[in-house]
């Protein structure tokens, strides 16, 4: 479908322009950056989507980076006011029939799981995933004349390998293409009729995701997590059907691997998360760009995700940095990521 391409059922049609957000997220100082007196090189300009890099590290270089995103949130920025002003949208489209994707993008310890799922003990700590519940349930609770079937599948994908969270033991996920979309075969899919169906299908999959490593920072660090909402919507006076498709996406770490000392198995684990976040900035790039190829091949996370991406899907990218000089580099690796797949709006980036 050509970017301009109106939508069956919607009626309405937009650019591809407008269907790509990139969101730059700097989480606040840890205790442990507090104590060791960690000098901040992150200056965050909210109102208008600036984030400043300075090298305080290499007085040869250039000592302030500018880049420009369509949005720039700094440490005190709410889980509340990222959602409201960021995602209530997206899953608004979603809710008339659209797809989407939100990626959280970043090196460990940058604040993607905390956006995307949140931290325990406070609602106000809730993060986007149990929001988009929350949004889903009260629009479907508010609409008349209209019955929704909710389905959840939970995956994650390791070293290029699906797997199932919500049935861990089912084995070889394929994902397979059929007329205008893909699908994975035998991918498991519960059908949820609340916010708390949808709560507990999220804790089965996090509960899943432990299981057979020992480590499990460090492997949810370099994993995809992929949590998935299909949302069919019939219109009993018309009898028509429109489906909307939410991926919510935390990312594996993007930290560069050292390679000395690093285990074979490592680097290898390493050379994957590498090609799967390069191919999703390249298809984002291309779908830029116009490209009459897309290279959505050439991953399996973009392969899965290929129905929503581009077209008239919408994408919010939020790339999460940590504000300290020591993640310099990361953090200006995380910033030109985030640039590249920000071009796709054509809005001047200064310095860069
Ligand atoms: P990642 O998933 O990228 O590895 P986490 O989400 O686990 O990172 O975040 C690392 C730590 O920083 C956690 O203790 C988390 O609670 C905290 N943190 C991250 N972002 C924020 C934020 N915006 N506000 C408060 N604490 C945050
Ligand atoms: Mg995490």
């Given at each position: 479908m050509s970017a301009k391409s109106k939508r069956p059922g919607t009626g309405t049609s937009q650019t591809l322009n407008e269907c790509v957000q990139v969101v730059v997220r700097c989480r606040p100082m840890s205790n442990r950056e507090r104590t060791e007196g960690s000098p901040e090189v992150v200056n965050v300009y909210p109102n208008r989507g600036v984030v400043e890099l300075q090298n305080l590290v290499d007085a040869n270089k250039e000592q302030r980076k500018v880049f420009t995103y369509d949005a720039a949130y700094d440490a005190s920025a709410s889980q509340?006011?990222?959602?409201?002003?960021?995602?209530?949208?997206?899953?608004?489209?979603?809710?008339?029939?659209?797809?989407?994707?939100?990626?959280?993008?970043?090196?460990?310890?940058?604040?993607?799981?905390?956006?995307?799922?949140?931290?325990?003990?406070?609602?106000?700590?809730?993060?986007?995933?149990?929001?988009?519940?929350?949004?889903?349930?009260?629009?479907?609770?508010?609409?008349?004349?209209?019955?929704?079937?909710?389905?959840?599948?939970?995956?994650?994908?390791?070293?290029?390998?699906?797997?199932?969270?919500?049935?861990?033991?089912?084995?070889?996920?394929?994902?397979?293409?059929?007329?205008?979309?893909?699908?994975?075969?035998?991918?498991?899919?519960?059908n949820c009729k609340s916010v708390d169906d949808m709560v507990h299908v999220m804790q089965i999959g996090n509960k899943n995701r432990t299981v057979g490593f020992t480590n499990m920072n460090e492997h949810s660090s370099r994993s995809h997590a992929i949590f998935m909402i299909k949302i069919e919507m019939c219109d009993t006076e018309t009898n028509t059907i429109k489906v909307g498709k939410l991926n919510l996406i935390d990312l594996a770490g993007s930290?560069?691997?050292?390679?000395?000392?690093?285990?074979?198995?490592?680097?290898?684990?390493?050379?994957?998360?590498?090609?799967?976040?390069?191919?999703?900035?390249?298809?984002?790039?291309?779908?830029?760009?116009?490209?009459?190829?897309?290279?959505?091949?050439?991953?399996?996370?973009?392969?899965?995700?290929?129905?929503?991406?581009?077209?008239?899907?919408?994408?919010?990218?939020?790339?999460?940095?940590?504000?300290?000089?020591?993640?310099?580099?990361?953090?200006?690796?995380?910033?030109?990521?985030?640039?590249?797949?920000?071009?796709?709006?054509?809005?001047?980036?200064?310095?860069?």
């Amino acid at each position: 479908m050509s970017a301009k391409s109106k939508r069956p059922g919607t009626g309405t049609s937009q650019t591809l322009n407008e269907c790509v957000q990139v969101v730059v997220r700097c989480r606040p100082m840890s205790n442990r950056e507090r104590t060791e007196g960690s000098p901040e090189v992150v200056n965050v300009y909210p109102n208008r989507g600036v984030v400043e890099l300075q090298n305080l590290v290499d007085a040869n270089k250039e000592q302030r980076k500018v880049f420009t995103y369509d949005a720039a949130y700094d440490a005190s920025a709410s889980q509340t006011m990222l959602y409201h002003e960021v995602v209530f949208p997206l899953v608004s489209s979603v809710l008339e029939g659209f797809n989407g994707c939100i990626f959280a993008y970043g090196q460990t310890g940058t604040g993607k799981t905390f956006t995307m799922e949140g931290a325990r003990g406070n609602e106000d700590l809730m993060g986007i995933i149990p929001r988009t519940f929350e949004q889903i349930w009260l629009h479907i609770n508010r609409t008349e004349n209209f019955q929704f079937l909710v389905d959840v599948s939970y995956l994650e994908i390791y070293m290029e390998e699906l797997r199932d969270l919500l049935k861990p033991n089912s084995k070889h996920l394929e994902v397979r293409e059929r007329g205008s979309g893909v699908y994975v075969p035998n991918l498991h899919a519960i059908n949820c009729k609340s916010v708390d169906d949808m709560v507990h299908v999220m804790q089965i999959g996090n509960k899943n995701r432990t299981v057979g490593f020992t480590n499990m920072n460090e492997h949810s660090s370099r994993s995809h997590a992929i949590f998935m909402i299909k949302i069919e919507m019939c219109d009993t006076e018309t009898n028509t059907i429109k489906v909307g498709k939410l991926n919510l996406i935390d990312l594996a770490g993007s930290e560069r691997q050292s390679k000395t000392g690093a285990s074979a198995e490592r680097l290898k684990e390493a050379s994957k998360i590498n090609l799967a976040l390069s191919s999703l900035g390249n298809v984002i790039s291309a779908l830029a760009e116009n490209s009459p190829h897309v290279p959505y091949r050439d991953s399996k996370l973009t392969r899965l995700l290929q129905d929503s991406l581009g077209g008239n899907s919408k994408t919010i990218m939020i790339a999460n940095i940590g504000p300290s000089a020591y993640n310099y580099n990361e953090t200006l690796t995380t910033l030109r990521y985030a640039s590249r797949a920000k071009s796709i709006q054509n809005q001047p980036i200064k310095n860069e």
